[in-house]
């Protein structure tokens, strides 16, 4: 039977997803994005996405979550910390987000698992669940959701845990209890913006994601273009300097996700292994892992790329 108050069945909803293993949980009230509507409308029309035209899509739905899921009401956001207990021992670099299984499968079960027991404690509702697989602004719900601000580096930050760690969403069609946002810590600090060599962050809060290195590492699917050569500081997958540099990261602790620590078989290759890795090797290493995205020859390509920065171990 489905609780009268909303403040209740907010804080069940918030004990289930910490029993599941979520680090953090944030309810905002659905509505439009009025604030977000003119800054996203300028940061595509500035081609600031690059090639990634799918950006351009459902306009509309980024802005309003009442557009994907038919009278909702909140925003549930969550956060998965997936810091790891070690750094690779290689030159060549890849994302730390990387490091484990990918994080779409483990969330989307975790989720899964959430909405079915809600509805078996609380009665039936209207309900979807996102994990970065549809037009949903997760940063700024977390960020409406109380779970911190964002950055400079235009990634979300908690003043407990840092940055490193993956947004995840049920839009719901449940009136809930309203976390409020935060006010934002950066103070003066611009150590993000300072660090990135590709000067992707174009002024505080703004990112040329056309410029970005997980963009041209991942997203941008034909060769990258001859101004990063020497710029990409060996990273092939993905980049966290802009997080690795942040000052409240020293907050992050390793995560106690099994499907996120990191595979023996990634953690055994070498400099070596990286630059003359064959379809065979990066098939068993990257089973189930989110850089099989950039597929073999993708990875080829940004190794090439970086390779006379990489040396030997």
């Not at 918030?14 to 309810?27: N, T, V």
């Not at 660090?195 to 992707?200: E, F, Q, R, S, V």
């Not at 092939?236 to 023996?264: A, L």
């Amino acid at each position: 039977m489905l609780h009268s108050f909303p403040s209740t069945t907010s804080k069940l909803i918030k004990e289930k997803a910490r029993k599941l293993g979520f680090d953090f949980c944030g309810i905002a009230k659905a509505d439009f994005l009025k604030e977000e509507a003119p800054r996203l409308e300028t940061w595509l029309k500035k081609s600031m996405h690059g090639k990634m035209s799918w950006m351009e899509n459902h306009f509309d739905k980024r802005l309003d979550p009442r557009l994907l899921v038919d009278d909702a009401k909140s925003v549930i956001t969550m956060l998965l910390n997936y810091y790891p207990e070690n750094e690779l021992n290689t030159e060549i670099k890849i994302s730390k987000y990387a490091y484990g299984k990918d994080y779409h499968d483990v969330i989307k079960t975790k989720l899964k698992t959430l909405l079915a027991e809600l509805k078996l404690e609380i009665g039936d509702f209207n309900g979807r669940a996102f994990v970065d697989s549809a037009p949903v602004m997760d940063k700024v719900w977390a960020k409406k959701g109380g779970l911190g601000w964002i950055g400079k580096n235009s990634n979300l930050l908690n003043r407990e845990m840092g940055s490193f760690f993956f947004i995840a969403e049920l839009i719901v069609d449940l009136e809930l209890e309203y976390d409020g946002p935060l006010e934002d810590y950066c103070g003066t600090c611009t150590r993000c913006i300072e660090a990135c060599p590709t000067d992707a962050i174009t002024e505080p809060y703004v990112v040329d994601g056309s410029k970005c290195i997980s963009y041209l590492t991942i997203e941008l699917k034909e060769n990258i273009p001859l101004e990063f050569k020497g710029k990409m500081e060996n990273w092939v997958f993905g980049c966290d300097i802009c997080q690795d540099v942040c000052p409240w990261n020293r907050f992050s602790k390793p995560n106690n996700i099994e499907e996120f620590k990191t595979s023996s078989d990634l953690q055994d290759l070498t400099n070596k292994d990286w630059t003359e890795i064959t379809e065979e090797v990066f098939n068993k290493v990257f089973k189930g892992s989110a850089v099989k995205r950039t597929k073999h020859l993708g990875l080829q390509r940004n190794i090439r790329f970086i390779k006379p920065q990489a040396g030997s171990r």
